[in-house]
């Protein structure tokens, strides 16, 4: 009953970090149309800048913040300047793009950062939490990851929801020439979609990190497995991205726990594959059939 | 028409045969004089290129994107690995790399089947998880597939009438390298002499015609899944015959060679080259072979550690990928043709427009002699659309 | 009209291209060397080349990447003093990152390419196993690896020219499984394994002792590094002795989700896995003081030792590590890994003293089979080298670690591969003996 427990706290909490990360893909598709296989690689470029800070003596939250910062210029920086150039031409081009990216950042932190495996520490405790007698799979820095996460997803749908900007990035989404008429600055807006999906994305990779090893691969698997999360809410959803990402965070822990921790990424696929054949808008498409 | 259509294409087959012959001499003629080293070398370069060969008929020609060819290399691999555990196993290589084959040719249609309903980011995603999940399957099934270390591949020993017609021609004697470099080499020819014929062929056409214009294609009496699969199947065929290379060549069958790096690296191979065009693809594999020694030492020198000057081959790839997609999405083999081409019609006609030379979708096949695909697309149309709107 | 996978021109041009660069690059390279047609790959009057692969890269670096630094000094060491047989070792250390498929492209590459005479250390049992049949096959001399499988010595007929250095995980399993029978005998233990070779022999090892007392086997997949779900599996069984074979890392990660769930068993670290220095420095900073500093992050744990390390810094055997250390190496401070890779570079040095002075590879594996067991050096019990046998050290102690130390629980214990081989107390002396004064052994 404990492992059970345990396994499904642990999926939880992992759970919460591929949704940030399948709400970050989210952000991008819904601004470009586009979806960016680079956003790991991005996430752990931005984790080491918040080691390199946290390693030169500053605290742990200023280098929290550096991460997220550097997040919001990096995503904003590509999608000027490499992203912009290909926005509307052929789909196999902007993922051919990001894939290139993915390798160019990979390598790029490899040679700066260095290929190794580094500690990196984490804000609160990592002891779980006792209840009745028993310790379960639950620390605060889990508690952090949840919470984070939810503020995050509470913020962005506030900021799409009930503000001027949010209305002008759902517009220049919706459609582009349309909203040029109104005298929305779509490029601007476009260019703000990417900067929060990278900073969304930093967040995940430093919840990843939190307490653990980082190296220049250390988000590889989280490319695949936020995108089956993403898929999974049906890319459209930022909240199916965030039921997308639990479930396949518990998913993934009980096959983990029960089957083989080998088997997790087959898992994923099939996963997929179930929600690609049965039902391609995922779980929460708004339209009604959806071309994958 | 007709007549002068198929005599054409024998024409066509022709010549592939006589360039196939002419690239044996100058493999015969290369191998003979470089050394074992080069050797083990030559032949990582001639499983990379067909590999990239089998991709890049699959995304140049028919518009379908995988990243999941390090898998298919992976089953590719392990089944030729199954076939060669000892020196006791008396099965020829040509036979091996066959069942290799035709296993991953299995795989590959049902993959196919599965992502002929896919476009775009689903398929690279969808494929990219098959990717990382296959290596899984290594290390699950330890007992049959040998967990982490993989399976030993052990080569039987060279016939002897191999040695002796080697020795007869070239006067030397066949050291096991240069042996495992003639067969990878071999292979690459067969292969590329096949994808050549049927990309040429009126399944090439169908592939293209799927490519370049689906509501057309249906309307043209193609049938789109099937066309799609077919592609899917080729490309993993050829995949599993580079898998089958790398197992002679690299003498192990383990989950580590099989890596998304790997998956990621064969699409590099085909954007450097130019998707689409076999000389592209053998170009790329010639490049991630041979410039990763280069890199590293200009990294070296400059003062930078091994370790990080090991990573700057892979950085170059990936600049040399974005700068491709951004300035010259025709690669590097359709670029150097589109620019021949202009000058040749500057030439000709020095008022008359140039060819576009970017701009279409992606493939070279479009992009510097459109006239060729349309020509034949449109030739192939009345003929078909008849039956298609009957059915 | 026809072209459409256009390119049979540029492709025969490409390929004539590609293979003429190649070829070019390659001038003359395949030539005989004249003037050295008798002696093997690899030895000139004056110098011998060796070469070696390790994780300097990856998930398995954290340590290992030290121990070539450690030969490397060693071997500036006795080239400072004439080399052996007045020739100079150079070593060329290539990075495989744990990977099998890397260790075979770059192990061709110091065969055929820097034509070395032998490997010597190169780590890893996935990586050295994938070349174990490659080397024997062209003749190449694979020496000490670095790793405790038992394939480097068991198998001579097959493998003659493989040879194994540090002992096996099976005889450290079986007496470690002794061990605990004799003081833990209530205990409920639960293993936690490496899913490869490394937990496959161990395993063997310790179920001759413990079998009944095993409540719980969990297997990790070495570059996984969630490994929630075997722990947490550890704990439902409630097993409250945790015998442990992994890699360094994976010490870390364990104690992580350990603290996580509120696990509180008694854990006993292989060798392999048990470097205080390492796991603390991996697991101090995690948590900003959760987890206590460097020396005592891993207090109470028990382990076994073969050499002596930089916990005994009066150790005769130390002091010249630490010698050699200050005087070659390439900076930082001596570490235990280090000095695996100096005691591995001075027994590789006895066995080209013993080798004489026309080096063969033939030459080589004799002397170390006709003399190796006899070698004194830092390792606490002899190695089993012999016609029939190519294992390494034949046994450890069991210590306890505190405050980074290890405190003897047992005297040295050494025994043999197999059910039949008894565990003895060892009576070599080797644990005792020190150095020659120069610090280079002499045959």
Redesign the interface.
């Known amino acids: 009953m404990q492992q059970f427990l345990n396994t499904a706290l642990t999926g939880l909490t992992l759970g919460m970090v591929y949704a940030a990360f399948a709400l970050a893909l989210v952000l991008i598709w819904r601004s470009t149309r586009i979806v960016n296989f680079a956003q790991a690689p991005m996430a752990m470029v931005t984790t080491f800048v918040a080691l390199v800070v946290i390693d030169a003596g500053h605290s742990y939250w200023l280098g929290f913040v550096a991460a997220l910062l550097s997040g919001l210029v990096l995503g904003a920086f590509l999608e000027r300047v490499v992203i912009r150039p290909v926005e509307g031409k052929a789909e196999i081009n902007a993922v051919i793009l990001t894939l290139g990216l993915f390798i160019v950042l990979h390598a790029l932190a490899a040679v700066v950062f260095g290929n190794r495996y580094r500690s990196f520490p984490a804000p609160f405790g990592l002891e779980g939490i006792t209840v009745g007698g028993t310790t379960i799979a639950l620390n605060g820095f889990g508690i952090f990851t949840i919470v984070s996460v939810l503020v995050v997803m509470g913020l962005l749908v506030a900021l799409f929801r009930f503000t001027d900007v949010g209305l002008r990035m759902r517009a220049s989404a919706f459609n582009q020439e349309v909203a040029r008429l109104l005298g929305v600055k779509v490029g601007a807006m476009l260019t703000l979609g990417w900067a929060l999906a990278s900073l969304v994305g930093s967040l995940a990779g430093l919840l990843i990190a939190g307490g653990g090893l980082v190296h220049p691969s250390y988000m590889d698997s989280v490319v695949v497995f936020g995108f089956v999360a993403a898929v999974l809410g049906g890319l459209d959803s930022p909240l199916g991205a965030v039921v997308g990402g639990l479930i396949l965070g518990v998913s993934l822990s009980f096959v983990s726990g029960y089957v083989g921790s080998q088997l997790v990424a087959l898992a994923a696929l099939v996963i997929l594959m179930l929600v690609l054949t049965l039902k391609p808008g995922g779980l929460f498409a708004q339209a009604a059939e959806r071309r994958v | 028409m007709r007549a002068r259509i198929s005599s054409l294409r024998d024409h066509v087959l022709a010549r592939h045969l006589a360039a196939a012959l002419l690239g044996l001499v100058v493999v015969v003629m290369v191998l003979e004089s470089v050394s074992d080293y080069r050797n083990t070398q030559l032949a990582s370069m001639a499983y990379l290129g067909i590999a990239a060969g089998g991709l890049t008929v699959l995304t140049g020609l028919n518009g379908q994107l995988s990243l999941g060819h390090g898998a298919l290399m992976a089953i590719g691999a392990y089944t030729s690995a199954l076939l060669l555990p000892d020196n006791e196993s008396s099965l020829p290589l040509s036979v091996v790399v066959l069942v290799a084959v035709v296993v991953t040719l299995a795989v590959g249609a049902a993959v196919g089947l599965a992502a002929a309903r896919l476009h775009g980011p689903y398929l690279a995603g969808a494929t990219l998880a098959l990717a990382v999940a296959v290596p899984g399957i290594a290390l699950y099934f330890k007992e049959t597939l040998g967990g982490e270390q993989g399976l030993r591949v052990v080569m039987p020993d060279i016939p002897v009438w191999v040695l002796d017609a080697v020795f007869f021609v070239t006067g030397q004697d066949l050291t096991r390298s240069r042996f495992t470099a003639y067969v990878a080499w071999l292979t690459l020819i067969v292969v590329f002499v096949l994808l050549a014929n049927l990309g040429a062929g009126r399944t090439g056409r169908r592939w293209r015609a799927v490519r370049d214009d689906e509501v057309a294609a249906e309307l043209a009496g193609i049938d789109l899944g099937r066309a799609r699969v077919s592609a899917f199947m080729v490309s993993a065929a050829a995949a599993g015959a580079a898998g089958a290379i790398l197992a002679f060549t690299v003498k192990l069958a383990a989950p580590s060679a099989f890596t998304l790096t790997l998956s990621l690296t064969l699409l590099a191979a085909i954007v450097l080259g130019g998707l689409g065009s076999l000389a592209g693809a053998l170009i790329g594999a010639a490049l991630l072979t041979f410039l990763p020694s280069v890199v590293t030492d200009i990294g070296t020198d400059a003062g930078l550690s091994d370790i990080q000057a090991a990573e700057l081959a892979p950085l170059v790839y990936g600049l040399v990928m974005v700068a491709v997609i951004l300035l010259a999405p025709a690669g590097i083999v359709g670029s150097l043709r589109g620019a021949l081409l202009r000058a040749r019609a500057r030439r000709r006609t020095p008022a008359s427009a140039e060819p576009p030379a970017t701009g279409t979708t992606s493939g070279t096949g479009t992009t510097t002699d459109p006239h060729a695909d349309t020509t034949e697309t449109a030739g192939t149309t009345p003929a078909t659309t008849s039956k298609g709107t009957a059915s | ?16 291209a ?6 070019c ?2 001038g003359g ?2 030539s005989s060397d004249g003037e050295a047609a008798a002696a093997d790959p690899g030895v000139t009057e004056d110098t011998v080349t060796i070469g070696g692969t390790f994780p ?4 398995a ?2 340590g290992y ?1 030290e121990i070539p630094t450690g030969a490397q000094a060693y071997f500036d060491f006795v080239n400072e003093q004439g080399g052996v047989h007045g020739r100079q070792i150079d070593y060329i250390v290539k ?1 495989d990152g744990y ?4 260790t ?2 770059v192990t ?2 110091l065969v ?2 820097e034509e070395v005479f032998a490997t010597v250390g190169s780590l890893g ?2 990586t050295q ?2 070349v174990a ?2 080397l024997n096959d062209e003749g190449v001399p694979q020496l000490m690896v670095s790793s405790g499988s038992l394939q480097w010595g068991d198998d001579v007929e097959n493998r003659p020219m493989t040879f194994g250095w540090q002992p096996d995980y099976e005889i450290e399993g079986k007496i470690i499984g002794q061990w605990v029978a004799e003081n833990m005998p209530d205990a409920k233990v639960g293993l936690f394994l490496q ?3 490394l937990g496959e022999d161990a395993e063997k090892g310790v179920r001759q002792f413990v079998d009944d007392q095993i409540v719980a086997v969990e297997r ?7 490994v ?3 722990i ?2 550890l ?2 069984a409630k097993a409250d002795l945790v015998l442990a074979f992994n890699t360094p ?1 994976y010490t ?2 364990s104690q ?1 989700v350990a ?5 509180k068993p008694k854990w006993f670290y292989a060798n392999i896995g048990s470097d205080p220095a390492l796991v603390g ?8 003081g ?2 206590a500093g460097s020396s005592s992050a891993l207090d109470g744990v028990l382990t076994t030792e073969y050499i002596p390390g930089i916990d005994s810094p009066e150790d005769p055997w130390v002091q010249l590590w630490q010698k050699v250390w200050d005087e070659h190496g390439e900076g930082g401070e001596l570490t235990n890994y280090r000095i695996y890779g100096m005691s591995q570079a001075y027994a590789f040095v006895q066995a080209l003293e013993a080798a004489g002075e026309d080096l063969t590879r033939e030459g080589l594996v004799e002397a170390i089979e006709e003399q190796g067991a006899d070698w004194e050096g830092p390792q606490l019990a002899p190695f089993r080298y012999s016609a029939d046998s190519h294992m390494g050290i034949a046994g450890v102690r069991v210590v306890e670690l505190k405050g980074g130390k290890g405190e003897d629980l047992t005297d040295v214990l050494v025994t043999d591969i197999g059910e039949d081989a008894e565990i003895t107390t060892d009576d070599s002396g080797q644990a005792d003996d020190a150095p020659p004064e120069s610090g280079v052994p002499t045959s």
């Open positions: 009209m026809t072209r459409h996978i256009r390119g049979t021109g540029p492709l025969v041009a490409t390929l004539a590609a293979l003429a660069l190649t070829a690059g390659a390279r395949d300097l890269t990856g998930v670096a954290p990447s990075d990977n099998p498929t890397n075979s492209t061709n590459e055929l390419k049992t996935p196993a994938s049949d490659y899913d490869d070779d990790y997949t070495s570059g996984n590094t969630d929630a779900p075997q947490s599996g704990q439902a890392s870390a990660l992580l603290l996580k769930t509120g696990y420095s991996l697991l101090e900073r995690f948590s900003e959760a987890v």
